[in-house]
């Protein structure tokens, strides 16, 4: 079974972070998710990645804020893929994050997606997941099916709402 870590640097930043968790569930992949500080638990950062294959993970999602250093502490400690969730922030709405997390030093790679994209960080993770999870892949092409029915039903939608039917 795939099995992803969801690791958050604030106990605060769950609610940004729940639609990921959610995500994760409806394909089916395992999901752990802890409470690390890069800053002020480093030792407990370290020994997650240094373990976290011998654990059983096999992608990380690391959200964080501000400083946002959790993706790339993990992702210089393990081999696993790390995709990073910047976490918007008082202080520049999210933009300190979103830096800190997308510009990594050349041989540490973090996948980034958008300041809050939990949702995203996760469909990212089981995209990678599906590489080894058939029946994930089936799930994704179902996913997008999904959201090209929806957004074909909007446009016809509008288009009756416009042409006054």
């Known amino acids: 079974m795939s099995k992803v870590a969801v690791i958050m640097g604030s106990k605060n930043d ?45 992608v ?43 510009q990594m030093p050349s041989g540490i790679p973090v996948a980034c997606v958008a300041i809050n994209g939990a949702e995203n960080a996760a469909l990212l993770a089981v995209q990678i997941l599906s590489l080894k999870y058939p029946g994930m892949r089936e799930k994704i092409k179902e996913y997008k099916k999904t959201l090209a029915e929806k957004i074909r039903s909007d446009d016809k939608k509008l288009n009756d709402e416009l042409s006054g039917q």
């Open 14 to 58: 769950f609610d940004v972070i729940r639609p990921a968790c959610e995500m994760l569930k409806k394909f089916g992949a395992e999901t752990e998710v802890r409470v690390i500080s890069a800053h002020r638990t480093p030792e407990d950062a370290a020994d997650f990645a240094l373990n976290a294959e011998k654990n059983g993970f096999e």
């Open 60 to 102: 990380i999602i690391a959200a964080a804020g501000k400083a946002a250093h959790l993706a790339g502490v993990l992702a210089s400690l393990t081999p696993l893929p790390v995709i990073g969730i910047p976490i918007k922030s008082s202080t520049m709405d999210g933009l300190d994050s979103l830096l800190s997390t997308v």
